[in-house]
Every structure is written in structure tokens, then in C-alpha cells.
């Protein structure tokens, strides 16, 4: 249970982090830097 | 300084926890850090404009002129502070004085009218000329990438579009959601234009005054 709700938690910090990338800036808030490896 | 260094610590905590459950290799903390990252700012900025509209009394206004807002610079890019503090407390300022607007400033059905096409043509303007507009930390630079993003603005105003001429057609009163959205659009086509960058930089140079006198 406690596997799955991590691998739950993993998978929506994925989805903002490639969301914020695929957008043009984030949808609300400060915009922080994009790492390096993430930008192209 | 120190705000940084504690959210770096919760990111730091919860992926040390998210480890102790999950093998994350380099590659996948990277991108978790920046999606905690993103997660908190969120958090933070919707938090505080949110708790400012519930004491003032004007949550549901707010939270549908952030709805808007949100939507659109997902898309359009626009403005932003320097940093996490002076975003959140910007946004919770100017959000909640258009929910004051929405709440206390009653219009007629004819003049939300005019104010949906001026406002309409707004954006179509901001977004031609300056979507998508991209920021520092987050430089936008294919083409392809720009287009898309430009296409995907219109479509965003379009389909606010057509949410208006329904209401014109449908519904008899003025509505608040028709009200606070074309604030919130009005608001986030300014933050293209160069005089919202200009204004951002003003504001962020009197809130860093600001905390410097307090610290």
C-alpha cells in the first residue's frame, strides 16, 4: 500500500515537472529555473 | 535567503522519504525536484491569495479569476517576480483587489458585454504580438515550440469566447463567472505586454525594499 502511494506521489511529481516544461511558463506563482538536463 | 534554503529543505526531505520506498537514480531526481518544486511554488502562491479572498469575502471571485489566469499563461507565458515571496504576495494582491472589483463594482448586462469585446480584442493583440512570453529562468527558444504555444493561447481565448456569447445568449443576468473571468484574461494579457514586465520589475523592487526594511 505505502509502495504504491509513493509510486502514486512519484508519478504526479512527474507530471508537474513535464507539464511546467511543456508549458510557457508555470500556471501560477514564481517560474523557477528549468535544470539544464530537462530543457531540451 | 533563508525561505530558499527551507524549501529546498522540504524538497530535500520529501525525496528522501520518496527514496526510502522507490530507487530513484540521478536522472529521476532531477526531474522530481523541479516537479516538487513546481508543486510548492503552486501551493504557496494559490494558498495565499486564496486565504486572503476567504478573510476579505471574495473566495469564489478569486478563485475563478485564478482559474482564468492560470489556464491562460499556461499557454501564453507572461510576467513573473523574482522570486517565490514576491510572486505569491502579487498575486494574491491583484487577485483579490479584481475580486473586490467583481464584488463591489456591479455592472449591467450590456456593459459586460462591451467590456467582454474590448477585452477581447485585448488579449487577441497581447497574444499576437507577445505570447508566448517566456521568462529567464524558463527561456523558450524553438520555433516550433513558440508557435504551438501561441496556437494553443488562441484556442484558450477562443473557448473563453464562446463561453461569453453562450451566456449572452442563454442567460438573462450578468453572471460572476463571465464577470471575474474576463478580469482575470484582461489581467493576464497585460502581464504579456512590456509594460506588465515593467511593472512586475517595479513591484519587485518595492516588495525587496520592503522585506529589506523588515529584516
Known sequence: ?40 | MIKNITIDSCIDKILSQLNKHSQIDEKQRIVLTYGTRIIINSVISYSLALLLALIIGVFKEVLIILFAVSILRGFSGGAHNSNIRNCAINGAIISNLLGLIVKYFLISKATLYSFIIVTFFIALWAIGKYAPADTPGKPITTITKRYQLKRRSFIVLSLWCFMCIYWFLRIPHVSIIIYASTLGILWQSMTLTKNGYKLYNKVDQILNLLFRRVE
Do not use: C, D
Open chain 1, 1 to 40: 500500500m505505502k509502495k504504491r502511494l509513493v509510486q502514486l506521489i512519484i508519478t504526479l511529481l512527474t507530471f508537474a515537472a513535464f507539464t511546467n516544461i511543456a508549458s510557457a511558463s508555470s500556471w501560477v506563482g514564481y517560474q523557477p529555473e528549468v535544470p539544464k538536463e530537462l530543457q531540451n
